[in-house]
């Protein structure tokens, strides 16, 4: 198992975009109303770069035959400015889309880590379903760990979906520690997410 930069001529978007999609598919579904729908936006911003979804920030897990297993899309403090996001959505998608992935964000930012310039920040992790259970979510963090060191970060930070306690319990067996809780009401009831972070 590797985990490599992704490299939009070699490895499978449409899977990298799917793992993303998996990521937030409530939400995805809010402004997309579909799988097929969502996936084919996140493969431009992946595809475009310059953005919190780019692919100069996206590695993917794979074995010798380039099968997707996971990804992991990190950033390092804020090193991706909103304004930045902006632009890259506006220059691939149309503007009605582009202005769903605004407000996606803004929805986003009520609840998501507050981040300090050395902070090693994990906006998403997720493994292929037909891989799960076989370590390559503990693989991915072991590996973002060791990134986050030679990068001279100080923390690892990441945010865990409210009901998502497998991977609350995955991340805590790992040395996260909770350190804030962020919620709103939404129309299905809260959404949320628990703060983590990794001491380096």
Excluded at 30 to 54: C, H
Excluded at 120 to 147: D, H, P
Excluded at 166 to 175: F, T
Aim: aromatic share 12%; glycine share 6%; with cysteine.
């Amino acid at each position: 198992m590797k985990l490599l930069k992704l490299d939009v001529n070699k490895h499978d978007l449409n899977k990298v975009s799917e793992l993303i999609y998996d990521t937030d598919v409530e939400m995805f579904n809010f402004f997309f109303k579909n799988k097929e729908d969502a996936v084919k936006r996140i493969k431009k911003l992946v595809k475009v770069g310059n953005n919190s979804l780019g692919r100069e920030r996206t590695c993917v897990v794979t074995e010798d035959n380039n099968q997707i297993l996971g990804i992991l899309i990190y950033s390092k403090g804020n090193e991706i400015s909103r304004k930045q996001d902006y632009r890259a959505f506006f220059k691939a998608l149309n503007p009605w889309d582009a202005l769903k992935f605004v407000l996606f964000d803004i929805i986003d930012g009520l609840i998501l880590s507050d981040l300090d310039e050395n902070d090693y920040y994990l906006a998403s992790v997720a493994v292929n379903n037909q891989f799960r259970g076989k370590g390559i979510g503990t693989f991915i963090l072991e590996n973002a760990k060791k990134l986050a060191k030679e990068e001279g970060c100080r923390r690892v930070v990441l945010d865990v979906d409210l009901e998502n306690q497998g991977a609350l319990r995955l991340y805590e067996r790992l040395g996260f520690k909770v350190f804030n809780k962020k919620s709103f009401r939404w129309f299905s009831g809260e959404k949320g997410a628990y703060n983590m972070e990794y001491l380096i």
